[in-house]
């Protein structure tokens, strides 16, 4: 089955960049559409990012001038980059594959790396 | 943006019963609505999609209902598992979805 695993530096200070890689498994990363979900502790969840298998990405409005998502279809690797973080910022960041086109859900979800933004 | 509010924040309910969690759109989402459950230190788990079509591998004692604003998740004899965080999330407005505030579902 698919399995997702991200990865990152854990500790990133303030106005610095963000970078992360989700490892995807059971499945080839350019023949499906992918997320980015962040959530902080003790908080809800909020949507980051898209990239569909087409390329198209799509963004959260209130993110969209600091963050982008790519693919490395080598290594079968999803990546997001947050430029410019602040302090409200840490969050555990999660991957997921997005199911259903232009009306879907996020299924199945990544384990999670904690971001603390810290300096 | 369409705001989705659930409730109850918090759900006591004791085990074998039922608990019925509600999510309420601020605007129609149509029958776009997914609920996700969370453990504590888990991912989310897709559970219910399209309000009423089941995750493979959720239990049917997991059921979902409603359209246009109002939509609840019914989880029937509950059992020790269940006892965990769940979220609503729409994607009617695509490509921007947001997820509800969550509903914790505790031991009574």
């Known amino acids: 089955q698919v399995q997702l695993q991200e990865s990152g530096p854990g500790l990133v200070k303030p106005s610095e960049t963000l970078s992360l890689t989700c490892t995807v498994s059971?499945?080839?990363?350019?023949?499906?559409?992918w997320s980015w979900i962040r959530q902080p502790p003790g908080k809800g969840l909020e949507w980051v990012a898209d990239?569909?298998?087409?390329?198209?990405?799509y963004y959260n409005p209130s993110l969209q001038s600091r963050v982008s998502i790519s693919v490395d279809t080598s290594k079968n690797q999803l990546s997001l980059k947050l430029r410019s973080v602040t302090a409200a910022e840490t969050a555990m960041y999660y991957c997921a594959r997005w199911i259903g086109g232009p009306a879907g859900w996020f299924d199945p979800w990544g384990q999670g790396t904690l971001v603390t933004v810290s300096s | 943006e369409i705001v989705l509010t659930q409730s109850p924040a918090t759900l006591s309910v004791s085990p074998g019963e039922t608990a019925t969690l509600s999510c309420r759109a601020s605007l129609s989402v149509s029958t776009h609505l997914a609920w996700y459950q969370q453990k504590p230190g888990q991912a989310p788990r897709l559970l219910i999609f399209d309000t009423s079509s089941r995750a493979s591998g959720v239990p049917a004692r997991f059921s979902g209902s409603g359209s246009e604003t109002d939509f609840t998740l019914t989880i029937s004899s509950l059992q020790s598992e269940d006892f965990a965080v769940y979220y609503c999330q729409h994607y009617n407005n695509w490509p921007v979805y947001t997820f509800g505030q969550g509903t914790k579902l505790e031991i009574k």
């Open positions: 990239l569909y298998s087409s390329g198209t990405t």
């Open positions: 059971g499945d080839s990363i350019s023949s499906s559409d």
